[in-house]
């Protein structure tokens, strides 16, 4: 399969289930690999992600339901429910955080820069994030990038005793694929590049 073909085959897939396709194992070695070889500028190495699998990865939309509860009204919340027991359906989920303090000390290093370190741990982020995404649809696990945040940070870091310097960026759930959604509709592409001689 090439890249480009990768590319096409990663979705946002809802329909997942306990069941992957490959060993624990190696999904680990895969998150392992591409957390390590994920480009950052300045090689400032600032992504961390927890994996969340089975009990844990429940726990945590048990968290975020519960949170939810407090905000949406109760007559307003069963697709609410219903989106939260499908996501607890799933294998697990990454949770991605940025170590802010590698940010700070590298806006004190690099003053010339400090107003653009978090711009660039944000790109680094979204290249992390994709690279999983990608590595993900390339063994035929499903994914999803969810953003709860910042509702869920404070149960979530107390719950998994995380430092107070990491910030969560995103959730990705991730499980065996039980239905391919429908295709996005794209824009003409020519919209979108141009070329210059």
Known sequence: MSYIDIIKQRRSVYDLHKHLPISE???MRILEDIITESPTAFNMQSSHVIVLMD??????WNIITKTLKDVVPSDKFEPTQKKMDMFTNAKGTLLFFENTQI????KIDYPLYKDQFDN????????????IW?????????ASLQHYNPLIDAAVKEE??????????AQMVFGGIGSIPEPKEKIDVHTRINLYK
């Open 120 to 131: 660039f741990a944000l790109r680094s982020m979204g290249i992390l994030q994709g690279n």
């Open 160 to 169: 998994w005793d995380i430092p107070e310097y990491y910030q969560l960026s």
């Open 55 to 60: 009990g844990q990865h429940e726990r945590l």
């Open 25 to 27: 194992n190696k999904l």
């Open 103 to 106: 940010i700070e000390q590298l």
């Open 134 to 142: 990608n590595a993900l649809a390339e063994v035929e696990i499903g």
